[in-house]
């Protein structure tokens, strides 16, 4: 039988003396997510486009805020350019053409808005009529390893493959920054196999800077990363169609105080999942000599934001073999199960050292982790048993357990101070 125990859960939250293992989910003095985001973005006036952007450019250039940008076809920035946006810079991508924006290995986007005044990438339709789809999104292309043979290879997104090529040696690769930025009803479907998501990085190198991004209403995942070498932080993902964060190709990510916000009529026949997590998208092509996919998440929180069980909503965190997923000091509530792993992991204690979880609170979920392959549960289970995992399990709706979880509202995803909530261990 499971014991009840009452126990005061984070009331040190936001307090400078709390310690680091305290902290679960999205964390902060104040609500990171104020002033910069928009979680009505249907319903949100923009201006009309002024200057239109299209084809390849090949030398450094500048967008100011005073003007409304319309990103018609594939737009390429090559040639070690550097694209220079003013905070409060508003681009849209047309529909017809499928605006989108490439940024080619060598070049750069300096897209730094601020808090108050943010950059933003969204629908060129009008108000009431956006839909998840409506462009094609935002694709960075660096330097950094990858793991497919050969250490390079190009986006197969019916783009051109010579201006889409990725991958190399040069881990500290830079393509620019993105910060205090919103992408909008991006992620259009080319056709089944070829979907394109908000922000799409590929052989991306760890001194280019995320932070403070929110995505929302893609048509398919909200970030991608195809190899490389990624630092991210304060990332929102909201309403995505398919994943929230995918991963693969090796890439080697560290993730730190974001979130995702499913919806459970958000979603994708591919079956949607906040983290998607692999090592390579075909095993002929995957040069196991190289790093497999390593995900170190600090801080996370995972949310559906209906408590129903009804609609489409998965597990949270979809693991599929020689893959490794480090998680600590997270939230993740409302989903079924919290983890899945592939059937195609076997030697299950062997494999379960790749995925190691810390101080998790996992509520509202249906199971904990468990195998498509339902043989391996129980040993999955005994092994997460151990205490030394610090798994908490427990029911709390959302409204007692977040600030204020009403996405129609202010939301604020922190877990609420000096709260005593049940928890079963």
Not at 4 to 21: G, K, T
Not at 22 to 39: L, S
Not at 214 to 220: A, C, E, F, G, L
Not at 287 to 293: E, G, V
């Amino acid at each position: 039988m499971k014991k009840i125990a009452f126990i005061v859960i984070l009331s040190l939250i936001n307090s400078p003396f709390a310690n680091a293992q305290e902290i679960k989910g999205i964390n902060g003095q104040t609500n990171w997510m104020n002033n910069w985001t928009n979680f009505k973005p249907a319903i949100t006036e923009y201006r009309d486009a002024t200057i239109i952007l299209t084809g390849t450019i090949s030398q450094d250039l500048k967008l100011d805020k005073k003007n409304t940008y319309l990103l018609v076809g594939v737009v390429y920035l090559a040639n070690n350019a550097v694209l220079t946006i003013e905070p409060g810079t508003i681009i849209k991508g047309d529909l017809e053409s499928c605006g989108t924006l490439v940024i080619t290995k060598g070049s750069k986007i300096m897209a730094e808005g601020e808090e108050t005044n943010p950059i933003i990438f969204t629908s060129n339709k009008g108000v009431s009529e956006r839909k998840p789809g409506d462009w094609g999104g935002i694709i960075l292309l660096g330097e950094a390893p990858i793991n497919k043979i050969g250490g390079v290879n190009f986006l197969d997104f019916n783009l051109d493959p010579m201006m889409c090529q990725y991958g190399g040696q040069n881990l500290e690769s830079n393509s620019g920054i993105l910060k205090y930025v919103r992408i909008e009803y991006a992620g259009r479907k080319l056709n089944a196999l070829k979907e394109l998501n908000g922000l799409s990085l590929a052989g991306v190198g760890s001194k280019t800077k995320f932070s403070f991004i929110q995505i929302s209403y893609s048509n398919d995942d909200s970030f991608e990363c195809y190899g490389g070498e990624i630092n991210f932080n304060n990332l929102i993902s909201f309403r995505a169609t398919d994943d929230d964060f995918d991963f693969t190709q090796g890439v080697q990510c560290n993730i730190s105080n974001s979130i995702a916000i499913r919806h459970p009529y958000s979603w994708d026949s591919s079956k949607s999942r906040c983290f998607e997590i692999d090592s390579y998208d075909k095993v002929e092509y995957a040069d196991f000599t190289k790093k497999l996919t390593k995900i170190t998440a600090n801080n996370i929180t995972l949310v559906n934001t209906e408590e129903n069980n009804q609609g489409l909503v998965r597990e949270s965190i979809h693991v599929k073999e020689k893959s490794y997923l480090n998680l600590s000091n997270s939230v993740i509530s409302g989903f079924s199960p919290f983890i899945l792993l592939d059937n195609k992991i076997a030697n299950i204690s062997e494999n379960l050292t790749k995925i190691n979880l810390q101080h998790i609170l996992i509520n509202n979920c249906t199971a904990g982790i468990q195998s498509e392959d339902v043989t391996n549960n129980p040993e999955i289970m005994n092994w997460y048993r151990n205490d030394n995992f610090y798994l908490q399990y427990s029911k709390i709706n959302n409204l007692d357990l977040f600030v204020e979880p009403n996405i129609k509202k202010n939301p604020d995803f922190r877990i609420k101070t000096n709260q005593n909530l049940a928890i079963e261990n």
